[in-house]
């Protein structure tokens, strides 16, 4: 009977692991779907868990990149590390945090990111965790700044055009015309 309950028990812990691994193969494809990477960072020792994507949006190899607050915020644009570095971010007070920020990938290639996560606090209301996600909305900012482009060209565009018709109401409406 023991043997028999041992058996069931090691067969559920597998079931249990297996769906747990396919779980986090879903998990993982999605993200990487969706250009994001999730991370989770230690605030007591420091240390950084990332997953593929964060190497993948910042273009370094995880065989030689070791991740750590300070060579993180290196990769970020210089304009944008301040206002977005952990220290900032945590002092901030908030539990939850949402930041948009460039970085400068090891080639020099700019792209922009966006940042989501979570501030865990201890019972003495202590960060001791920040769990979250980057995401590379690169394809969207560029694509935004050609709309505001292309909506400056029309508005252009369209005040030229109205002076024109102005100038041809204003002939018109003129009762001889100048020579």
Same mark, same amino acid.
């Given at each position: &009977?023991? %043997?028999?309950?041992?058996?069931?028990? #090691?067969? %559920?812990?597998?079931?249990?692991?297996?769906?747990?691994?396919?779980?986090? &193969? *879903?998990?993982?494809?999605?993200?990487?779907?969706?250009?994001?990477?999730?991370? %989770?960072? +230690?605030?007591? #020792?420091?240390?950084?868990?990332?997953? +593929?994507? =964060? /190497?993948?949006?910042?273009?370094? +190899?995880?065989? #030689?990149? $070791?991740?750590? !607050? &300070?060579?993180?915020?290196? @990769?970020?644009?210089?304009?944008?590390?301040?206002?977005?570095?952990?220290?900032?971010?945590?002092?901030?007070?908030?539990?939850?945090?949402? !930041?948009?920020?460039?970085? !400068?990938? =090891?080639?020099? &290639?700019? *792209?922009?990111? /966006?940042?989501?996560?979570?501030?865990?606090?201890?019972? %003495?209301?202590?960060?001791?965790?920040?769990?979250?996600?980057?995401? +590379?909305? #690169?394809? $969207?900012?560029?694509?935004?700044? *050609?709309?505001?482009? @292309?909506? $400056?060209?029309?508005?252009?565009?369209?005040?030229?055009?109205?002076?024109?018709?102005?100038?041809?109401? $204003?002939?018109?409406?003129?009762?001889?015309?100048?020579?």
């Amino acid at each position: &009977e023991l %043997e028999q309950r041992v058996a069931n028990r #090691t067969a %559920e812990l597998e079931a249990q692991a297996e769906k747990l691994r396919l779980s986090e &193969e *879903r998990r993982s494809i999605a993200l990487s779907a969706g250009d994001m990477g999730s991370w %989770e960072v +230690d605030l007591t #020792t420091g240390h950084i868990e990332w997953d +593929d994507g =964060p /190497y993948r949006i910042f273009d370094v +190899d995880p065989a #030689t990149f $070791r991740p750590t !607050v &300070e060579r993180i915020e290196a @990769l970020m644009h210089p304009d944008d590390r301040e206002k977005n570095s952990v220290t900032g971010i945590v002092a901030a007070g908030e539990p939850r945090f949402q !930041v948009e920020f460039r970085i !400068v990938r =090891p080639s020099g &290639e700019v *792209r922009w990111c /966006y940042g989501a996560g979570i501030i865990s606090r201890d019972a %003495e209301g202590k960060p001791v965790r920040m769990n979250g996600v980057t995401v +590379d909305v #690169t394809d $969207r900012k560029r694509a935004e700044e *050609r709309q505001l482009l @292309l909506a $400056r060209e029309v508005d252009h565009r369209a005040k030229n055009m109205l002076a024109v018709v102005l100038s041809v109401l $204003r002939l018109t409406k003129a009762k001889s015309t100048p020579e």
